[in-house]
């Protein structure tokens, strides 16, 4: 944009990229408010006023008006899993975002009506029953009706998917069909699978379902991860750490980020992780990839930042809430041999743990080690998840030098949650403020996308007000945090659990060029809105990779989306709604609701003597005669 007072001038250090008239919240206390930003060669020169950047304009300098805008540092997702999302984003169906079942049915019945035979419709997480105003899954019948001959397969939480006919055949479900260790198929009174399957409690059933379905060929899974990485750039994402996970094998599923970024082509940074994918086969694994790799090989684009989330299968709790706590056996002596394989060979780790009682054994074992002068050994560790933890496991983290990284589960799962455990354990689950007071690196994320969405402001929101997606209070004040605070572990704390707090996550010179210009004031926007909220400009390394409104051509073009019956060529991924701003029609809504109430009062009164039977006649001399 031209913008009037910055003149090109012909100088040695000009940036390739200025954003002016901004309301910048930087997250540096040297300097914590700015109105411009310059960037030249991915790197951050200038942090200050129209004055300060004014000498680096020079005739190719890029020059964007933020129009007044909030703008923060690039958001950086803790514990998301993008990989794998993003070699399936172009097949699924998102329902995140999406209000009622009825339209989410619809937009399933239209999309089976282009979905070629032999291809599946999915839905794949990012929503739950609660946030629809139905309260409620769709049944099987439902899915019948709506794709009668394409198979249908819809994922809900760690807890169930439903299936249509078709899917239960393409699947290859039978009456004879064996429940899995873990699992059910839920079966009517013929013994054939009704199309419900339930996991009890662990997952396997329902992924392993999921991996039955068609996959993209090379091409494809390009074009669809750098989808994946716009949708994510549209929320101001310009970093996430990869979490790993079930069916993402290395290095072949690795290998699309991989040559991404070798063509210059990745429009998000990712950190990623290891996970041994065959239970008894971990410690070969692990043996494997150190001889391969070593954590911080690659750049600030792509780089390993160590194993996990898993180490051993044995260890890992499932977070089912729906389902009891699962009991472990003894699963001790291979855990050891993992972690100290690990940390003899300078690899850190993160760990799955949803309960306490998981992670008092996994700290039992980090302790021994410690008294051998193994652990941690200078090496990055944390804990993920983490809702259960005691207040003495957390010391006991703090004395190892551990971190911690919680997501936004339980805005999906909060009412499961507390019905299983109670309002009591639902308020300190996690903990997060008594995680923070100990001096803990707590960083946030989402642990999309199976699970819970990837808009990274539905989980400030959960931080800050402790509601789930179907508006239920979970966590109390005592455990929220400030928006500051919210936001710095969305930014500051997610580079530290990379290592990399001294180039990113702050906006100030010499740190990386990471920024987003927000569709609304985070700051002073209404707690409700805070969920709406999206990036209009979205800055990585000093370039814009993602572009709306006034912006909207700025950014990089993508090929067009492929296969081009996908569901993001038709509906786009994440279902954005309206906030609760004041806009007109909210206005009229809110007058129409305080007329109601005043209505309701006078009767009140009235029946109580202390008002008139009928109301008084409402005088405006505008309409006398």
């Not at 960037?39 to 680096?56: E, K, L, Q, S, W």
């Not at 389902?323 to 972690?339: M, N």
């Not at 400009?537 to 019956?565: C, H, K, N, Q």
């Amino acid at each position: 944009m031209p913008v009037g007072g910055l003149v090109p001038r012909a100088t040695d250090n000009a940036a390739d990229l200025v954003v002016r008239n901004a309301k910048i919240h930087t997250g540096d206390p040297v300097r914590p408010q700015a109105e411009a930003i310059a960037i030249r060669d991915g790197v951050i020169t200038v942090v200050g006023d129209d004055n300060d950047v004014a000498p680096h304009v020079g005739p190719d300098t890029k020059v964007v008006d933020a129009l007044g805008r909030r703008m923060v540092p690039g958001l950086n997702d803790a514990h998301l899993h993008v990989i794998r999302g993003g070699l399936n984003y172009v097949l699924e169906l998102r329902w995140d975002g999406v209000p009622t079942l009825r339209q989410g049915l619809a937009m399933l019945r239209e999309q089976a009506a282009r979905t070629p035979k032999g291809q599946w419709v999915r839905v794949v997480g990012g929503w739950s029953a609660e946030q629809f105003a139905e309260r409620r899954l769709p049944t099987v019948a439902e899915l019948n009706a709506a794709a009668p001959d394409t198979p249908v397969f819809v994922l809900h939480l760690y807890q169930a998917a439903v299936l249509n006919r078709a899917a239960l055949k393409a699947a290859g479900f039978t009456r004879d069909t064996p429940d899995p260790k873990g699992g059910q198929i839920v079966r009517g009174r013929d013994g054939e699978p009704t199309g419900m399957l339930l996991a009890a409690p662990s997952a396997l059933i329902l992924y392993s379902t999921l991996a039955k379905a068609p996959v993209l060929d090379e091409e494809h899974r390009e074009t669809s991860t750098r989808y994946f990485l716009r949708e994510l750039n549209r929320f101001g994402l310009t970093s996430a750490i990869d979490a790993a996970g079930g069916f993402q094998n290395f290095p072949e599923n690795y290998s699309t980020v991989v040559e991404l970024a070798k063509a210059g082509q990745l429009s998000l940074r990712i950190a990623y992780h290891l996970f041994p994918q065959t239970a008894g086969q971990e410690i070969d694994d692990l043996t494997r990839w150190i001889e391969m790799a070593r954590p911080e090989d690659g750049d600030e684009w792509l780089r390993l930042n160590g194993a996990g989330e898993n180490l051993t299968w044995a260890a890992a709790d499932f977070e089912n809430f729906a389902q009891p706590r699962p009991e472990h056996g003894d699963y001790e002596p291979e855990f050891e041999k993992a972690v100290r394989l690990l940390m003899e060979h300078g690899w850190g780790f993160r760990l799955h743990a949803t309960y306490d009682e998981t992670i008092r054994r996994d700290l039992a074992v980090f302790e021994k080690l410690a008294a051998e002068g193994l652990f941690p050994a200078g090496n990055r560790w944390l804990f993920d998840h983490a809702e259960t933890v005691s207040a003495d496991s957390l010391d006991r983290i703090a004395a190892l030098g551990g971190a911690m990284s919680v997501q936004n589960r339980l805005s999906f799962q909060g009412e499961a949650f507390v019905r299983r455990y109670g309002p009591g354990a639902a308020a300190d689950a996690p903990p997060i403020r008594a995680m923070l007071e100990r001096g803990l690196t707590v960083g946030a994320g989402t642990d999309a996308t199976r699970v819970s969405t990837y808009n990274p402001w539905v989980a400030l929101h959960w931080l800050i007000t402790g509601r789930t997606v179907g508006d239920l209070v979970v966590r109390p004040p005592h455990n929220r945090v400030d928006r500051r605070t919210a936001l710095a572990m969305f930014t500051e704390a997610g580079a530290a659990l990379t290592g990399e707090e001294g180039v990113k996550g702050v906006l100030r010179p010499g740190f990386l060029g990471d920024l987003a210009v927000l569709s609304e004031d985070y700051f002073t926007v209404p707690e409700p809105d805070i969920a709406h909220i999206e990036a209009l400009l979205t800055v990585v390394g000093g370039r814009i990779v993602y572009a709306a409104e006034e912006y909207e051509g700025l950014d990089e073009e993508l090929p067009p989306v492929s296969p081009d019956w996908s569901p993001v060529a038709h509906f786009g991924g994440y279902q954005a709604t309206p906030g609760t701003g004041l806009s007109g029609a909210r206005q009229a809504e809110l007058l129409g609701q305080a007329v109601t109430e005043s209505e309701q009062h006078r009767q009140w009164r009235a029946r109580r003597g202390l008002a008139p039977e009928t109301a008084s006649t409402f005088f405006d001399p505008c309409f006398s005669l």
